[in-house]
């Protein structure tokens, strides 16, 4: 139990477009759900924790406008990356917590890879 | 401040015993938890501490002294498969990791 997924795992996008990014709860009901970037050889940096129905709370040093977060559902999460650029690309994972997870563990996705060319 | 440090990178011999340290300075603590990471995929969860002592899971024991803002990862009979970065993390109302132990498992 407890699946993350995310889609798509990999994505090539030409600078100045936008990416969306989905994140889903495949099994259970996610009561929030976050986005990290990983840089190479870095460690997760967590950008914004997103509950359902309420808007994203986004980490000092994160644009909110360039990095729009959508919790539409209790299973469901997207992260859109507007006007990206070359320094966009990294490695984006969200992770999710339970509503029953006694222990508060985050369940991670498998992440995505962005380029910008 | 995120105030966590762990080693950047340690070297071990397959089937030794190798220890991970995780050293961290927070004003809340709701636990700490360990991650497996190999390149290019997300972490995978290891372990959790929110009590003081050691927590034992097979091959892998990690131990938590909160009074000293203290973890430690133990991994015992090493496999060349547990080469990757390992991550502790602290929990406020979300989590702080450190910059991960990259650990190279050799023959």
């Known amino acids: 139990g407890a699946v993350v997924s995310q889609h798509p795992s990999w994505v090539i996008c030409k600078s100045g477009t936008s990416v969306k990014i989905e994140c889903r709860s495949l099994?259970?009901?996610?009561?929030?759900m976050f986005w990290y970037r990983q840089f190479p050889k870095q460690s997760l940096m967590l950008m914004a924790t997103?509950?359902?129905?309420?808007?994203?709370?986004?980490e000092q040093g994160v644009e909110k406008d360039k990095f729009l977060i959508n919790h539409a559902s209790l299973t469901l999460s997207t992260l859109t990356v507007t006007s990206a650029h070359p320094e966009d690309s990294s490695f984006y994972i969200c992770?999710?917590?339970?509503?029953?997870?006694?222990?508060?563990?985050?369940?991670f996705g498998p992440g995505t890879r962005l380029t910008v060319t | 401040g995120q105030n966590i440090d762990q080693p950047t990178e340690m070297t071990a011999t397959e089937g030794a015993i190798v220890q991970i340290n995780c050293t961290y300075q927070?004003?809340?603590?709701?636990?700490l938890f360990w991650y497996q990471q190999h390149a290019g995929e997300a972490p995978t969860f290891l372990s959790y501490?929110?009590?003081?002592g050691l927590e034992e899971k097979g091959r892998f024991s990690s131990f938590l002294s909160r009074s000293k803002g203290y973890s430690y990862l133990l991994l015992k009979e090493l496999q060349m498969k547990d080469s990757a970065s390992y991550l502790c993390?602290?929990?406020?109302?979300?989590?702080?990791f450190g910059t991960g132990t990259l650990l190279a498992v050799q023959p």
């Open positions: 992770s999710a917590t339970s509503r029953t997870s006694g222990t508060y563990e985050q369940y």
């Open positions: 099994d259970f009901q996610a009561t929030t």
């Open positions: 501490n929110v009590l003081d």
């Open positions: 927070t004003s809340g603590f709701n636990g």
């Open positions: 997103s509950n359902e129905g309420s808007k994203a709370t986004y």
């Open positions: 993390a602290y929990r406020t109302n979300k989590l702080i």
